[in-house]
């Protein structure tokens, strides 16, 4: 389907007062928009096209809340993350800069070091708070997604685009090191080494080339493509069993930080405390309704 066309519901945030999520109002977000639709696909949409949707500090603060309300929403099976307007995201606000220093302390040194890694740290979460979300994430990119723009979809579960998009790792051509997700998270996407030259050079790369070194899952030719494939697949996760999809997603994400014996050992207890689940009674069950009944040997 293409973007807008599936039935949705509007959703609130956690702690706004609402009977039940079939009842639920706009959400309140500045900078959020979050939809759920009957197939179980809700969109997370970064609402701030006039400003190329670069990250204020709202956005900081408003994501966290956005993903703990997707995390627990019983609709909400699979999130598409997306950009309104030309662009998926410009990176970070340099506003969202002077704000945080003109909050520190100023009359010591060390606290003053101490309230700056916490808001360090507080931006990090943010982001990680994809990885934190049990349902899969998957980011549909177009128009530019630079600086803060990769931290965020490097922290995404899949990432699609088009091949126009525009990606750069820019923190280096603005005096700073990337700190909240991508010299982390981008080599384990494209490899060390691609990893050093892009985040060194902060040189500019399209969506195919985007695709070809790994960041990216596929790109396509045009915006209309890239929803409706983006769409599709999320229809397609969300149809299958809660429990399999979201043990899948804990267990790849641990074992990327971990080694192969301790994967093994930490999906063994797992599928202990997960495997026997009502969903796969289900499935046998329909499956053995369709299997043909074996022929009578003569």
């Known amino acids: 389907m293409a973007g807008g066309d599936r039935s949705d519901m509007e959703v609130v945030p956690r702690g706004t007062s ?10 309140q977000f500045e900078t959020w928009k979050v939809t759920v639709g009957s197939s179980g696909v809700a969109d997370l949409v970064l609402n701030r096209p006039s400003k190329a949707n670069a990250l204020n500090s709202a956005t900081w603060r408003e994501l966290p809340q956005a993903m703990s309300w997707l995390d627990t929403c019983p609709a909400a099976h699979v999130v598409i993350l997306k950009g309104a307007g030309k662009h998926f995201c410009s990176g970070l606000e340099v506003e969202v800069l002077a704000e945080l220093m003109a909050k520190l302390p100023r009359d010591c040194e060390a606290r003053k070091r101490d309230a700056l890694r916490r808001a360090i740290k507080d931006f990090q979460l943010a982001f990680t708070s994809f990885e934190r979300c049990r349902k899969p994430v998957i980011a549909a990119i177009h128009g530019a997604c630079i600086g803060g723009g990769i931290d965020m979809v490097t922290a995404c579960d899949l990432r699609y685009c088009t091949d126009d998009a525009q990606f750069a790792v820019k923190e280096v051509d603005l005096a700073i090191t990337a700190d909240v997700g991508t010299l982390q998270r981008l080599p384990h996407l494209v ?32 915006h209309d493509a890239l929803m409706t494939a983006v769409e599709e697949m999320a229809e397609d996760i ?24 301790d994967g093994l050992d930490y999906v063994a207890t797992w599928n202990a405390g997960m495997l026997i689940s009502k969903d796969i009674g289900e499935l046998l069950k329909a499956r053995s309704r369709q299997r043909p009944r074996p022929s009578s040997k003569l």
């Open 18 to 27: 609402s009977s039940s999520s079939s009842n639920a109002t706009p959400p």
């Open 191 to 222: 490899g060390h080494g691609r990893a050093m030259e892009l985040s060194l050079t902060g040189r500019a790369f399209d969506g195919k080339e985007a695709a070809a070194l790994g960041l990216v899952n596929r790109s396509f030719a045009t």
């Open 238 to 261: 969300a149809s299958k069993s809660s429990v399999a999809v979201e043990g899948t997603k804990a267990i790849l994400l641990h074992s990327r930080d971990h080694s192969v014996a």
